[in-house]
């Protein structure tokens, strides 16, 4: 029973940090279109409220096939924060300010 409390956990908290970040840089306010490089953020806005649907599912009637479900979003969840991390590590150490 300690598994699916953290998969929920982990689940709840990385949408809503990646939510707050769609959030915060306008990117739920844009007009999307399939060749924009910030379709990628159209997925996210898409997939995080699928996460939380999929926790609250869960947490409504524990099935063993909705146990994997949880399961799989929770890698998909570690893999966008993972993915976040590294981006934001990238912009840490590649970046220089440009004096005038």
Do not use: C
Not at 18 to 33: D, R
Not at 61 to 82: D, E, G, M, N, W
């Amino acid at each position: 029973m300690v598994k699916p409390v953290i998969y929920s956990i982990v689940n709840v908290l990385i949408g809503a940090f990646v939510y707050w970040h769609l959030i915060k840089g306008g990117w739920l306010t844009n007009q999307y279109h399939l060749n924009d490089p910030n379709i990628v953020n159209l997925a996210l806005a898409i997939f995080e409220p699928i996460a939380i649907a999929g926790v609250i599912a869960y947490w409504i009637t524990p099935k063993a096939s909705l146990s994997r479900l949880l399961f799989i979003l929770f890698l998909a969840q570690v893999i966008t924060a993972a993915g976040f991390l590294a981006f934001i590590l990238l912009f840490f150490f590649t970046w220089h300010p440009k004096m005038m």
